[in-house]
């Protein structure tokens, strides 16, 4: 585990502490905005169902009603199927502005047959370039499967149907801005990148295989919501008693090999195993965050 400022850390877990973890169950026209797209995203089935949609002219997004500072966050997806190039659906947790906090899952779209890239980041303080990609063990676009997001203080952890994928522990000890101050919402959209998304660009979007959708259900966050008045203390919106466990949440040893069968057998990109891109040495962060 990394080791962090006592003083910051006390500081931060008091501040949580003293919010009320407040859980919900999933109900779209309570939790979200749809931000763009011109209609292409539709919530459905009594606020229980959420589409993002992407064609020619426009593709789609949506954003939580509140901010979080620090939780538990889960989200079915159901990726957009068959010929997929081109494609990128987004779902993040993300701060504003140039100095801004984020925690990525992208998934990259791909030719009927090809597995889909599921693409993570981290940002803190404004810096990213923290990428690790994978593919994944099963077809998400056969069926709705649990993409989670645990942000405490003293690691994030990116899971997949409950097995994690990647652990990013805090690493202010080594010099290493870690997401703790900024509240955060959820986003997601689904948009074209063939410029980028499918092989380096190479493969573009088939505009004939248009619209392409994407669906969400079953939201589920047990987290701290910003006051409205920005600061980075907590209010209570719902008088839910849930467990605040994940405040203090590691990996288990379960876990830990759970993590290490996914990154040995599935990741595909290690930003902490390019020499050549960090031909000056990899990042201080990469001591503590390698697994594999």
């Excluded at 077809?139 to 993409?147: N, S």
């Excluded at 990647?166 to 990148?193: C, D, T």
Aim: aromatic fraction near 12%; charged fraction near 15%; hydrophobic fraction near 35%.
């Amino acid at each position: 585990m990394a080791s962090s400022n006592p003083v910051s850390l006390v500081l931060v877990i008091s501040l949580v502490i003293s919010c009320f973890v407040i859980a919900f169950g999933g109900n779209f026209h309570q939790d979200f905005d749809i931000t763009w797209g011109d209609g292409r995203g539709k919530i459905l089935d009594n606020g229980q169902l959420l589409t993002l949609s992407l064609d020619k002219a426009s593709g789609s997004g949506f954003q939580s009603k509140n901010e979080y500072l620090f939780g538990k966050i889960d989200m079915q997806l159901k990726l957009v199927p068959g010929n997929s190039a081109g494609t990128v659906t987004a779902y993040y947790l993300s701060s504003q502005g140039s100095t801004h906090d984020e925690i990525d899952f992208e998934f990259l779209g791909n030719l009927s047959g090809d597995p889909y890239i599921l693409h993570t980041n981290v940002f803190s303080q404004g810096k990213g370039d923290r990428e690790q990609q994978f593919y994944l063990w099963f077809d998400p676009t056969a069926d709705f499967h649990t993409y989670s997001i645990l942000w405490n203080p003293q690691r994030i952890i990116f899971s997949v149907d409950g097995t994690p994928i990647r652990e990013f522990k805090n690493a202010e000890s080594l010099g290493v801005a870690y997401p703790k101050n900024q509240p955060m919402r959820i986003y997601s959209s689904l948009w074209n990148a063939d410029d980028w998304a499918t092989r380096g660009g190479l493969v573009k979007t088939d505009w004939n295989e248009a619209p392409f959708t994407a669906s969400y259900r079953n939201f589920n966050a047990n987290a701290c919501v910003s006051s409205s008045s920005g600061s980075s203390s907590c209010t209570p919106s719902s008088t839910s008693s849930s467990s605040n466990s994940w405040l203090n949440e590691e990996l288990d040893s379960t876990s830990q090999e759970r993590l290490k069968w996914v990154q040995k057998n599935y990741m595909i990109y290690n930003y902490c195993s390019d020499s050549k891109r960090f031909s000056q040495g990899v990042p201080p962060e990469c001591a503590i965050n390698t697994s594999a």
